[in-house]
C-alpha cells in the first residue's frame, strides 16, 4: 500500500481492510505484536490467543467458531517468519495455538512449544488432504503435533516482457543468479536460500546436505545476496516491485500472481525444471497456553473448515487442507490460483522435509551469514 496516500483513502471512503492497515502500520515501525479481538471487559486467557502470520486470524477464516461461541474471543499476535517466532516462544510468549509450516515442527516440537493433538475432537479431520494430514514433519512418533490448514508452491515469479526468453524455454530457478538482473531481483527471507543454491547446483540430498556441499554452493548464495535488490517478508513488496518494473524476478508462492494478472501486468508463475517447492502450514497447540482446552480444539476446527477454506482461496489465493472447500469454488478461481488440479500439484511438488535440529540451526546460521554479508 502507498502510506502516503492512506488518509485520502480514508477521507473518500474508500475501505482499508486489516491487512493493509497491518502492513501499513508495521512500515511506519508502528508496533503490530497483538491485535485484540475480545469483547470489552474480556481477558486474553478468555479467548484464544493466536500466534500467526498478519491476516490470518480474520473472523472469516473461523466461522464455526463464531457460530458457536460469539464473535471477539480471538486475538491475533503476528510474526513475519517463523526463525523469529521460534525466538520469540523461547522466550517466554506463550500462546494457545500457532501457525507454524511443517518443516518447523521439530524445531519447534524440541523447543517444548507444540503438544500432541487429539484429532478425534476435530469433526473436519476427515475430509482434509491425506497427503497433508500425514505429513511426516506433522506426525512425530505417532502423534500429529500440526493440523494442516493452509498451502501451496513456491518458485519464481517474473516478468516475462522483461527477462530473457530462455528463461521460458528453459525455465530454471537459476535465473535468480544471472548477473543480467543485478538489483532487480527478490528474495524470500528465510534459510530456503540454501535449498535453492542446492536445487540449481544439481542436489536433492534435502534432508542431509554435507558440509562439503554446503561450501561449495556457498559461493552461489553469496553472488545471489549481491544480486538480489531486498528480502521480502511481506508479499506485497514483491507484488508492487513486479508491477512497476522494479523488480523482474522473485521468489513467490503461488498464491501471489493472481492480484498481478488481474491488474493486466504480464507475469509468469515459473515450473522450474529443478520443480517447484511444495510447502504447508498449519496449527499447533502451545502446552503453555491459557485458554480452555475445548475452546482451542473449537478454534482449529472451525479453521479447517470448508466455509473457511472457501475464503482463503477465493480471498487469500492459496490452497486449503479441507478437500470439499475446492468443490465449493468455481473452476476458474482455482485456475487463477494455480490449485485446478490440487493432488497433481502437491505429488509434482518438491516436498523439502525437516532436517535435524542441528543441521537445521546449521542452515539457519549460514543464510543469517549470507544475509549479513559475512
Not at 68 to 88: I, M, P, R, S, Y
Not at 100 to 117: D, L, N
Amino acid at each position: 500500500m502507498d502510506l502516503f496516500r492512506m488518509p485520502q483513502r480514508i477521507a473518500s471512503g474508500q475501505k482499508i481492510d486489516r491487512r493493509e492497515m497491518m502492513r501499513a502500520m508495521a512500515a511506519l515501525g508502528i508496533g503490530v505484536t497483538a491485535v485484540p479481538l475480545l469483547p470489552n471487559g474480556a481477558r486474553a486467557s478468555d479467548g484464544v490467543t493466536y500466534f500467526t502470520w498478519s491476516g490470518y486470524e480474520v473472523p472469516e477464516l473461523h466461522p464455526q467458531f463464531i457460530e458457536k461461541h460469539g464473535d471477539g474471543l480471538v486475538a491475533g499476535t503476528f510474526f513475519g517468519n517463523e526463525d523469529d517466532a521460534l525466538g520469540k516462544l523461547r522466550t517466554g510468549f506463550k500462546a494457545d495455538v500457532s501457525h507454524p509450516c511443517s518443516y518447523s515442527i521439530p524445531r519447534w516440537k524440541e523447543a517444548g512449544v507444540v503438544a500432541p493433538i487429539d484429532v478425534s475432537r476435530l469433526s473436519n479431520w476427515p475430509d482434509l488432504f491425506e497427503g497433508l494430514s500425514n505429513t511426516p514433519d506433522a506426525v512425530r512418533d505417532g502423534e500429529v503435533y500440526m493440523v494442516p490448514f493452509d498451502w501451496g508452491s513456491a518458485s519464481v515469479l517474473y516478468r516475462t516482457d522483461l527477462v530473457d526468453p530462455k528463461y521460458v524455454d528453459d525455465p530454471t530457478w537459476g535465473i535468480l543468479y544471472d548477473e543480467a538482473y543485478a538489483g532487480r531481483m527478490a528474495m524470500y527471507n528465510s534459510s530456503v536460500i540454501v535449498d535453492i543454491a542446492m536445487m540449481v547446483s544439481g542436489y536433492d540430498n534435502y534432508m542431509s546436505y554435507t558440509d562439503e556441499q554446503i561450501a561449495e554452493v556457498r559461493p552461489l548464495m553469496e553472488k545471489g545476496h549481491s544480486l538480489w535488490r531486498f528480502y521480502w517478508d511481506d508479499p506485497t513488496e514483491v507484488s508492487q516491485g513486479l508491477a512497476s518494473g522494479e523488480l523482474v524476478a522473485a521468489y513467490a508462492w503461488n498464491g501471489m500472481p493472481a492480484e498481478l494478472l488481474d491488474q493486466g501486468v504480464p507475469i509468469e508463475y515459473m515450473n522450474p525444471k529443478e520443480g517447484q517447492i511444495t510447502w504447508v502450514c498449519g496449527l499447533a497447540i502451545d502446552p503453555r497456553g491459557e485458554a480452555d482446552e475445548q475452546l482451542v480444539y473449537d478454534f482449529i476446527d472451525a479453521m479447517i473448515s470448508p466455509e473457511a477454506g472457501v475464503f482463503q482461496m477465493e480471498v487469500y489465493n492459496y490452497g486449503h487442507a479441507n478437500r470439499k472447500a475446492f468443490d465449493k469454488v468455481s473452476p476458474e478461481t482455482l485456475a487463477r490460483i494455480g490449485m485446478a488440479d490440487p493432488d497433481e500439484v502437491f505429488n509434482q511438488g518438491v516436498f523439502i522435509p525437516a532436517r535435524e535440529p542441528e543441521l537445521e540451526e546449521k542452515l539457519i546460521r549460514l543464510s543469517n551469514e549470507i544475509q549479513s554479508g559475512f
